[in-house]
C-alpha cells in the first residue's frame, strides 16, 4: 500500500513539473470523466465480487475443517458402547489421526498445498477399525450404523479439505483484477489532476484501497495458508488432550 501511494504521488509530481504554465486542469473532457467514473464502477463491482468468492471459499473451507473434527469426534464418543480393548484401539486410531492431522498436515497444507498420504493411511485405518467390529448384540448393532456414517462424513469432509488447498481465483481473473487496477489508477493521471496536498492525499489513498483490497483476496484465495489463514482449532477443541 505505500509503495503504491509513492508511485502515484511520485508520478503526479513528475508529471506536474513537465507540464508548461499554460496548462488548464479545468479543460479535462466530460467525456473522460464520464469514463472514469465508469470504469471506477465496473471495477469496484469486481472487486466486490472477487472478495465475496474468496471470502465464501474461505467460510466452506473452516466448515469443512468443522465437519472434519466433529465426525471424529462423533465417533470418539460413540464406540463407549463397545467393549474396552474395542473402544480403546479406536479411540487410539482416532487420536493418532487427529494428532498427524494437526501437526503435519497442516504444515503440509500450508507450504504445499496438499494432503499427505500418511493421512489418508491412518483415517483409513480408523474406518476398518469400525467396520471389522461385529456388533455382539443388539445394543451393539444400533451404534454401528452411525459410526459407519460418521467415518464416511469425516472421509467426505477430508476430500472437500483436501479440494479447498488450491487457489479458488483463476489466472485470468488475477490478470483481470491487475489490469483493471492499473487502468483505474491510470485515469486519475487521464483528469490531470495539481500537486496540490488535498488532491495528492486523495489519490494516494484511492491507491492504497485499491492495493489493499488486491492483498486482502490474495491472501483470502489461499484458506490454509497466508496470512488470515484457516486454521486446526476445531480439531484441538473437540480432542483438547492432544494439544498437551
Not at 91 to 106: L, P, S
Not at 201 to 212: M, P, Y
Amino acid at each position: 500500500m505505500a509503495a503504491v501511494c509513492a508511485v502515484v504521488v511520485l508520478v503526479t509530481t513528475l508529471r506536474h513539473r513537465r507540464v508548461g504554465d499554460d496548462d488548464d486542469p479545468s479543460e479535462t473532457p466530460d467525456v473522460i470523466e464520464y469514463m472514469t467514473m465508469m470504469i471506477g464502477v465496473v471495477y469496484a463491482i469486481v472487486l466486490g465480487l472477487a472478495i465475496a468468492g474468496v471470502w465464501e471459499a474461505r467460510n466452506a473451507a473452516e466448515d469443512h475443517v468443522r465437519a472434519e473434527a466433529q465426525a471424529l469426534h462423533e465417533v470418539s464418543e460413540r464406540v463407549r458402547v463397545y467393549p474396552a480393548d474395542v473402544r480403546d484401539r479406536i479411540r487410539a486410531d482416532v487420536d493418532a489421526y487427529v494428532g498427524h492431522v494437526t501437526t503435519t498436515e497442516w504444515p503440509s497444507m500450508a507450504d504445499r498445498g496438499e494432503l499427505t498420504d500418511e493421512g489418508a493411511r491412518l483415517l483409513d485405518r480408523v474406518r476398518h477399525a469400525v467396520t471389522d467390529y461385529e456388533p455382539a448384540d443388539e445394543f451393539e448393532a444400533q451404534a454401528y450404523q452411525p459410526l459407519m456414517d460418521q467415518v464416511m462424513a469425516a472421509d467426505q469432509a477430508r476430500g472437500a479439505r483436501a479440494d479447498s488447498t488450491e487457489a479458488t481465483m483463476p489466472a485470468v481473473v488475477w490478470f483481470g483484477l491487475i489490469t483493471g487496477g492499473l487502468v483505474t489508477l491510470g485515469m486519475i493521471f487521464a483528469l490531470q489532476i495539481r500537486r496540490t496536498a488535498r488532491e495528492l492525499i486523495l489519490a494516494g489513498l484511492f491507491s492504497a484501497l485499491i492495493a489493499f483490497l488486491l492483498f486482502l483476496i490474495w491472501d483470502f484465495d489461499a484458506p490454509y495458508s497466508r496470512g488470515v489463514a484457516t486454521s486446526a482449532e476445531p480439531f484441538l477443541e473437540l480432542f483438547p488432550h492432544l494439544d498437551r
